[in-house]
T-cell receptor, first 113, second 114 residues
Framework: QQQVKQSPQSLIVQKGGISIINCAYENTAFDYFPWYQQFPGKGPALLIA?????SEKKEGRFTISFNKSAKQFSLHIMDSQPGDSATYFCAASMNNQGGKLIFGQGTELSVKP | GAVVSQHPSWVICKSGTSVKIECRSL??????MFWYRQFPKQSLMLMAT?????????EQGVEKDKFLINHASLTLSTLTVTSAHPEDSSFYICSAVKDTGELFFGEGSRLTVL
């Protein structure tokens, strides 16, 4: 029940295309859903996050879509660039857990020029 | 954003020795820090929650005598891998919680045990 399932495991997108990564969760007590970007040998960096009271959040080229009833959320990267090539992790936490994140399995994104 | 620093960024040690990794919040105080472990091409696995002034809370399956965590001040948590073995080789990452609730990650520390 604590798991967050992420797909696909890897993704290849052409420059300018849309990258879509999906996550699903079971625990309805989760109330914070961030996405992180990680480059090799580096720590993860927060990209964008959403709470269940909204269905979509957009920041620049990054959009989170959230479907509370389906217990799913996704990251859309518009106009994907080679510099976006990295591993992306979704995560979830409960507010009363003080920041304790449960991570998805990760998606290795490669954007081809 | 806030800065969380880890030191060392990489370390190589001999089997049987102990290694200490530091996690510092440079521009904010953090009563709670987290330690994660990440194997190549895998996700981050939470090892323990480090609370300033109290004992760490370990996740199931993590040996607390093997991975000693100390959170002696509001800006510093340390992870000591005791009697390290090759299977302990991994990427260790800490995160710190700001009073706003935001979470910031360190750059990670790569441990290689020979």
């Amino acid at each position: 029940q604590q798991q967050v399932k992420q797909s696909p495991q890897s993704l290849i997108v052409q420059k300018g295309g849309i990258s879509i990564i999906n996550c699903a969760y079971e625990n309805t007590a989760f109330d914070y859903f961030p996405w992180y970007q990680q480059f090799p040998g580096k720590g993860p960096a927060l990209l964008i996050a959403i709470r269940p009271d909204v269905s979509e959040k957009k920041e620049g080229r990054f959009t989170i879509s959230f479907n509370k009833s389906a217990k799913q959320f996704s990251l859309h990267i518009m106009d994907s660039q080679p510099g976006d090539s990295a591993t992306y992790f979704c995560a979830a936490s409960m507010n009363n857990q003080g920041g304790k994140l449960i991570f998805g399995q990760g998606t290795e994104l490669s954007v081809k020029p | 954003g806030a800065v969380v620093s880890q030191h060392p960024s990489w370390v190589i040690c001999k089997s049987g020795t102990s290694v200490k990794i530091e996690c510092r919040s440079l521009d904010f105080q953090a009563t709670t820090m987290f330690w994660y472990r990440q194997f190549p091409k895998q996700s981050l696995m939470l090892m323990a929650t480090s609370n300033e002034g109290s004992k760490a809370t370990y996740e199931q399956g993590v040996e607390k005598d093997k991975f000693l965590i100390n959170h002696a001040s509001l800006t510093l948590s340390t992870l000591t891998v005791t009697s390290a073995h090759p299977e302990d080789s991994s990427f260790y990452i800490c995160s710190a919680v700001k009073d706003t609730g935001e979470l910031f990650f360190g750059e990670g520390s790569r441990l290689t045990v020979l």
